[in-house]
């Protein structure tokens, strides 16, 4: 039995230091673009809403909404570690709850947005957008 316990609590260290992680990914730097070619950790989410984004567009497949602090208007980012949703995307729109380290992929299906739940990818700025 004490080895059951003690996975319990190997187990429960790791959901800290996770629940960790993602709170210094998701808290927000200090107003600065990411430079070009950098690759960062950031947390992921995805959204299935059709409204107009910030871009003033339409949502589409290959879009995210990102803090245009760090990531302005029109950037493009690969973005990794996001399973089948790894890939390149423009920055189309803000969210209103997308601040710092945080991106909001655009999946036309709401099932499958919630599905994707909440990951840690990384994103490497690959062209900055024009609000920059």
């Keep these: 039995m004490p080895h059951i316990r003690h996975a319990t609590v190997e187990g429960s260290a790791l959901a800290v230091a996770v629940a960790a992680l993602v709170l210094v990914l998701s808290a927000p730097l200090a107003a600065q673009t990411l430079p070009l070619g950098r690759t960062i950790g950031f947390v992921a989410t995805a959204y299935s809403l059709e409204r107009a984004t910030a871009s003033g567009n339409a949502p589409k497949t290959g879009t995210v909404a990102a803090d245009t602090d760090l990531l302005p208007l029109g950037t493009k980012i690969r973005v990794t570690k996001a399973g089948a949703y790894s890939g390149i995307y423009t920055v189309a ?34 062209k900055l957008g024009e609000d920059e």
């Design 93 to 126: 729109d803000t969210g209103r709850t997308v601040q710092g380290k945080q991106i909001d992929i655009y999946i036309p299906n709401a099932g499958q947005a919630k599905r994707f739940g909440r990951k840690v990818v990384r994103v490497t700025v690959l």
